[in-house]
DNA sequence: CATCAGCTTGGAAACGTTTCCACTTAACGC
DNA sequence: GCGTTAAGTGGAAACGTTTCCAAGCTGATG
């Protein structure tokens, strides 16, 4: 590996290596002669500053972390699309890990990100508030909560109001005729597991919907806990007529399990998923969802997170969710049907 | 932000510096008694070796650079995260930049990644080899391309044969009795663009199929020129009847624009995309798609990145790609139906 | 003509590590 | 009991920057 400094520069340049680096960093106190020879020098020498030794100098790495539960999930696809973008806006290089949505490997990440002095780390955090988000806390490093949240934890955060899109479907489906609805769940060790889990559990009973416990199936937000869920619930003496999913790699698991079972979304089990995914509106029948915007929800954190580096405290934000209705949930229950 | 370096370990534990970085980085020249007591006063400091710092020194960052060209492209998602992993188990952190198909945000990730000092690189290129590649070459970074190369750059790489798959899906469609098969091009700014466009010509004109040149339509590779390349092809005088689709994103735009056309893939027209998604098996009809492993293609890809930081020159790797058909594509051309 | 302000410059310290080198101590073999 | 060796340790240099400080130069001011 060639390896070329600043004094290399200098030297080529006919500076010191004092007023090379001001020429390189932008300090004004420049003559236009020693501006125009380190440009030319660097250049010919094709000079790239060593970021560890500016950072390790100045404090500043000019780069935030994302970490986020799945890559594979869109939806957080789509967060860190969005989030790296708006970074990008500010100057800031974003540094993503994938925590595959395991605790340990969370950890590893934010060690990892505390260890490279990030400016700051943007988190979509899961489990309790053990281990290393304890030491982004003690040390006072500027974070802040995307998607979910850990309880006991004070950071801002950007998180969605699940329960008006929940109630939404809930109603929705309740006035299709529907009165056993199944629920796949999210893992309870995430907030937003938690919180939708509530209100569903809210909204149906507000509804007098059953709240048979044998309805409700736990999953982890990933596909394979989707089909296993849906065989579950539609192995039941009295299976559901609608499901409802937390998360839309579940739904593509339920979607899948149902197909094998001969089965149709829509007519046979109606079908509301979480997330907005493109995918989604073109299944046949189209799925219906709730939304919540992906693209609000990385800007807003971004812009947060730059508040807390630049010593602020901002509000938490809380955004809204909706229903889309959509074929795979307009039909009305047949009543004469039975399986 | 709390800052606890190395001295003030040292001076909890009532050793040097120097003997508490030997036992720090696990160095085999320490007491017992010197290991239990720095490892002590680490933990009672939460002590976060700094990474700047350490990489300054030691010349190695234990981190490699993944470069996307599309994280929202399920494929590269898919890689991303089998990337990540395998690196993982290798105690590499992965930096994961996302050019977002364009050559300057691409331009700007490799120049960060050289700044950083990563131990080394891989990337799925997009460009020709002008800009901050020719860089990573000149400083003789490691680095190996994944699923695309760039030609006049000499690095290892890993890459599909398109041109099996591409040539079973045309023979498969001109089975069936297709003669028009309408062609939906990757930018041929990549390298996968080109050759995959290349296949489809040769194995179309080996079949004796129509060569046309309206039936091909170049697109970016994203979503959104999937549906204008469907809209300008259905509305040929002679429009095609069944379309090769050169990526999966282009093909969720391309299944939208048809459906929205009141039409039905299998049926009205057969279509077949590039890439095994979770997603294409679940539409309804199941498309077919020319499927090439991203599991292998990541795990080979750290492993030949592995090679070339040891200082060796590994082979390039060219991996199969297969049809796997189903529904979309199933059906026989009818041939009295005209639109 | 001396003084001063303002601009530009270079030397050197500092950032937090790792690692070279030299040193002390203890154990060993003769 | 003496030299030899090995194991453990600490001081200090080094990595590539930024930034503090002091100083040189110019032209203007009194």
Avoid: C
């Amino acid at each position: 590996m060639v390896t070329i400094t600043i004094k290399d520069v200098a030297a080529l340049a006919g500076v010191s290596v004092a007023t090379t680096s001001r020429v390189l960093s932008g300090n004004p106190a420049t003559s236009a002669d020693a501006r125009s020879r380190v440009h030319a020098a660097a250049a010919e020498l094709d000079y790239h500053p060593n970021a560890q030794a500016r950072a390790l100098r100045s404090t500043r790495t000019h780069a935030i972390g994302l970490l986020v539960p799945d890559v594979r999930n869109p939806f957080f696809a789509d967060l860190a699309h969005t989030v790296e973008q708006a970074a990008l806006v500010h100057g800031f290089a974003t540094l993503l890990g994938n925590a595959n949505e395991r605790k340990d490997q969370q950890d590893r990440y934010l060690d990892n990100l505390i260890a490279r002095r990030v400016d700051g780390i943007i988190v979509a955090p899961l489990g309790d508030g053990s281990g290393s988000i304890r030491s982004v806390v003690g040390r006072e490093i500027p974070a802040v909560f995307i998607d979910r949240t850990i309880e006991g934890i004070d950071l801002p955060s950007v998180t969605t109001d699940s329960d008006t899109g929940i109630r939404e479907a809930v109603d929705h489906l309740a006035a299709l005729g529907h009165t056993r609805i199944g629920y796949i769940a999210g893992p309870q060790s995430t907030s937003t597991g938690r919180e939708r889990y509530a209100s569903f559990v809210r909204a149906a009973g507000d509804r007098g919907l059953s709240l048979d416990p044998a309805l409700i199936v736990f999953g982890d937000f990933q596909a394979e806990s989707g089909s296993t869920a849906v065989r579950t619930l539609l192995a039941l003496n009295e299976p559901p007529t609608a499901l409802l999913v937390a998360d839309s790699p579940m739904a593509i698991g339920a979607i899948g399990a149902i197909q094998r079972l001969g089965l149709r979304i829509g007519t046979d089990v109606a079908l509301v998923s979480f997330d907005d995914i493109d995918w989604l509106a073109l299944l046949d029948p189209p799925v219906s969802v709730i939304a919540h915007s992906v693209a609000d929800m990385g800007r807003i954190a971004v812009d947060m997170l730059r508040t807390v580096i630049d010593g602020g405290a901002p509000e938490s934000v809380r955004l809204p969710s909706r229903l889309i209705v959509r074929a795979s949930s307009a039909t009305p229950i047949d009543p004469g049907r039975s399986r």
